[in-house]
């Protein structure tokens, strides 16, 4: 069975940085395409970024835009959650997921967002952002 894992999370004060990773077993995470998700508290769990196969195009959550960066390490095979400028609301579990093929519509700024596209999920890493 396919598995991801992710790693990295913790408490860190607002304002601050945090770089989560996210391995695979038994696939390579290059030929899917990936997401992070995250979940607070009693809230649902929402897409906040993820990164096509191949070209690897990003796409972010407007509540992260310009402090979250995923990326890509093929040489390795693991993608990246870099979290900068940490805010209290940003805390909660975050996953992993991932899926072979997403139809990306022309103009569309929501593809990769929803956790109904994905197949395979991480158990997630708790990020905690406090003083």
């Known amino acids: 069975q396919l598995q991801l894992v992710e790693s990295g999370g913790g408490l860190v004060q607002p304002g601050g940085s945090l770089r989560l990773s996210c391995a695979a077993s038994?696939?390579?995470?290059?030929?899917?395409?990936i997401g992070w998700f995250r979940q607070a508290p009693g809230k649902e769990r929402e897409g906040v970024s993820c990164?096509?196969?191949?070209?690897?195009?990003?796409n972010y959550a407007d509540s992260v835009k310009g402090r979250f960066t995923i990326s890509r390490d093929n040489a390795n095979d693991m993608v990246y959650l870099q979290m900068n400028s940490l805010k209290p609301e940003d805390t909660a579990v975050y996953y992993c997921?991932?899926?072979?093929?997403?139809?990306?519509?022309?103009?569309?700024?929501?593809?990769?967002?929803?956790?109904?596209?994905?197949?395979?999920w991480g158990q997630g890493t708790q990020v905690t952002v406090s003083s």
């Open positions: 997921a991932a899926v072979p093929w997403i139809r990306v519509p022309i103009g569309s700024n929501s593809w990769g967002l929803s956790q109904s596209e994905y197949a395979y």
């Open positions: 038994r696939f390579t995470l290059e030929d899917y395409f």
């Open positions: 990164v096509r196969r191949g070209a690897g195009s990003t």
